[in-house]
Nanobody, 115 residues
Framework: QVQLVESGGGLVQPGGSLRLSCIAS????????LAWYRQAPGKQRSLVAT???????NCADSVKGRFTISRDNAQNTVYLQMNSLKPEDTAVYYC?????????WGQGTQVTVSS
């Protein structure tokens, strides 16, 4: 199994920045891809960004140019740097790990973009 713990959420003004972190533990060698998702109130959970074990990244069109996903394999941590935040980025952000045995989720961290 894999355990994921997110941190870094909070309240930020429009145009501001936040960096989310997610620390993985457990059977980390089984992780193929790490991802960030988000879920706004009343909406379905949606994919924000992914990063493979080789560092290949992909981001949703809605965040391209503003968000960057990265990972530190030595620290078993994946990051989501979020710049130029907009009110529509407000959501609970979840870290996810894709493994050969299944997909694991963190508990989520709230990001609120508001003046």
């Amino acid at each position: 199994q894999v355990q994921l713990v997110e941190s870094g959420g909070g309240l930020v003004q429009p145009g501001g920045s936040l960096r989310l972190s997610c620390i993985a533990s457990g059977n980390i060698l089984s992780i193929n891809i790490l991802a960030w998702y988000r879920q706004a109130p009343g909406k379905q959970r949606s994919l924000v960004a992914t990063i493979t074990s080789r560092g290949i990244t992909n981001c949703a069109d809605s965040v391209k140019g503003r968000f960057t996903i990265s990972r530190d394999n030595a620290q078993n941590t994946v990051y989501l740097q979020m710049n130029s935040l907009k009110p529509e980025d407000t959501a609970v952000y979840y870290c996810s790990a894709y493994t050969v045995t299944g997909t694991y989720w963190g508990q989520g961290t709230q990001v609120t973009v508001s003046s």
